[in-house]
T-cell receptor, first 115, second 113 residues
Framework: AQKITQTQPGMFVQEKEAVTLDCTYDTSDPSYGLFWYKQPSSGEMIFLIYQGSYDQQNATEGRYSLNFQKARKSANLVISASQLGDSAMYFCAMRRKNTGNQFYFGTGTSLTVIP | DVKVTQSSRYLVKRTGEKVFLECVQDMDHENMFWYRQDPGLGLRLIYFSYDVKMKEKGDIPEGYSVSREKKERFSLILESASTNQTSMYLC????????????FGNGTRLTVT
């Protein structure tokens, strides 16, 4: 069963604008972690941001923020002031303690920033 | 900085060959993972290990095996390579802490002809 869902295969955003990449997850575990990764065309996987299931506040890291809505089981990534270098694949992932700390990934969203 | 090193960036093998993909991490992480990445399918977990000599099957273990004889090294073995195993293979490691992300190697692009 799909545990992480990213419904946007491709997204476009104008440079300097904000963009939201959607992620929903499915778990009945009380404790879990949510992560976002960026994969540029070079292929490396870059960790962006983390949100714990018990965290009261939304995580932020520079231009990245995570819109965490626990009741809706969503963990959307918001990128503010988009830059050309933000063009990449973005993956949402969930870490479940109850399954030996396995990480489950979504299918990814390809973001293109337009000058 | 955590470094996860995969032994080969590109590999070309023939159908039926036994293939070894090696991965080494230098941060004393307990957990190590092998994923394969295919367009439109995201990253799918093949095997993971949470300790030396321990291994757990992921979502797509068929046709693969793994070995973890030392904490820093996690090997993926394709017993008899097939063309449907042509893919990008990503190794990763993480500590046991809840907020510890996965640290990835640069990947091995395997082509089976």
């Amino acid at each position: 069963a799909q545990k992480i869902t990213q419904t946007q295969p491709g997204m476009f955003v104008q440079e300097k604008e904000a963009v939201t990449l959607d992620c929903t997850y499915d778990t009945s575990d009380p404790s879990y972690g949510l992560f976002w990764y960026k994969q540029p065309s070079s292929g490396e996987m870059i960790f962006l941001i983390y949100q714990g299931s018990y965290d009261q506040q939304n995580a932020t890291e520079g231009r990245y923020s995570l819109n965490f809505q626990k009741a809706r089981k969503s963990a959307n990534l918001v990128i503010s002031a988009s830059q050309l270098g933000d063009s990449a694949m973005y993956f949402c992932a969930m870490r479940r303690k109850n399954t030996g700390n396995q990480f489950y990934f979504g299918t990814g969203t390809s973001l293109t920033v337009i000058p | 900085d955590v470094k996860v090193t995969q032994s080969s960036r590109y590999l070309v093998k023939r159908t039926g060959e036994k293939v070894f993909l090696e991965c080494v991490q230098d941060m004393d992480h307990e957990n190590m993972f092998w994923y394969r990445q295919d367009p439109g399918l995201g990253l799918r977990l093949i095997y993971f290990s949470y300790d030396v000599k321990m291994k757990e099957k992921g979502d797509i273990p068929e046709g693969y095996s793994v070995s973890r004889e030392k904490k820093e090294r996690f090997s993926l073995i394709l017993e008899s390579a097939s063309t449907n195993q042509t893919s990008m293979y990503l190794c990763a490691s993480s500590s046991g802490q809840e907020n510890s992300p996965l640290h990835f190697g640069n990947g091995t692009r395997l082509t089976v002809t």
